[in-house]
């Protein structure tokens, strides 16, 4: 069964301090990977998306790598705002036969940025 | 810049009604998709939609579940007789033709309250 799985589950930080995000994952056929803004009670913003054969992608503050070996991902966010309070999700792609993708999600980790 | 819309934002409905979430993807896509998310819960898969048709569907997606693309702009969910347990926040999405980084957008959502 296609899974993926977050840690940690929460998370609390202050403004300015970096921090990183794991996912680990067993989905088959393995077509790329997302990392997911969602704000509460709104729709996931996408923030990256990596194929097989990339390592790492950055979208202004966060960096997202991959490790397709170990079925691994990270997202590491730098000076962080209080903006950037939300739950972040690890997404997982699986090509559907009959065209698109099947998303799977994580359970996501709640980051929280104090002053 | 394009979104998927959806409507209404909050529908609250009684036990065994019938309802019709509405989305209006971008204008441009080819992939539609439905996903919930149970209050606490991580987002799952429903169902994905292409060239008129299911390509893919969850065991969540049973009988009291119907998709339709009635006029070519609109992307609809009905839940026939509704339970208590189909409370959750409903999301639609849409991508584009294209190889496995098919990017899906996701709408705002449509929060489904069964009394």
């Known amino acids: 069964k296609n899974q993926v799985e977050q840690s940690p589950q929460s998370l609390i930080i202050l403004e300015g301090k970096n921090c990183t995000l794991q996912?680990?994952?067993?989905?088959?056929?393995?077509?790329?990977l997302r990392w997911y803004k969602q704000d509460t009670g709104r729709g996931p913003v996408s923030l990256t998306i990596?194929?097989?054969?990339?390592n790492t992608k950055s979208n202004g503050r966060y960096t997202a790598t991959l490790d397709a070996d170990t079925k691994q991902s990270s997202l590491h966010i730098t000076a962080s705002q209080l903006s950037d309070s939300a739950s972040y999700i690890c997404?997982?792609?699986?090509?559907?036969?009959?065209?698109?993708?099947?998303?799977?999600f994580g359970t996501g980790t709640q980051l929280k940025v104090e002053l | 810049e394009p979104e998927v819309t959806q409507t209404p934002s909050h529908q609250v409905t009684q036990m065994g009604q019938e309802v019709i979430l509405r989305c209006v993807p971008i204008?441009?896509?080819?992939?539609f998709y439905w996903y919930r998310q149970i209050l606490g819960q991580k987002v799952e898969f429903l169902v994905s939609?292409?060239?008129?048709?299911?390509?893919?569907k969850s065991e969540i997606f049973d009988d009291q579940f119907s998709v339709e693309r009635p006029d070519g702009s609109n992307f609809t969910l009905k839940i026939r007789s509704t339970k208590l347990e189909d409370s959750a926040m409903y999301f639609c999405?849409?991508?584009?033709?294209?190889?496995?980084?098919?990017?899906?957008?996701f709408g705002q959502g449509t929060r489904l309250t069964v009394v």
């Open positions: 999405a849409s991508g584009v033709i294209g190889g496995k980084n098919t990017e899906a957008f």
């Open positions: 996912c680990n994952y067993t989905v088959s056929p393995f077509s790329n």
């Open positions: 990596m194929t097989f054969s990339e």
């Open positions: 997404v997982v792609s699986a090509r559907i036969t009959g065209g698109g993708n099947k998303l799977t």
């Open positions: 204008s441009n896509h080819l992939y």
């Open positions: 939609f292409y060239n008129n048709e299911i390509s893919e």
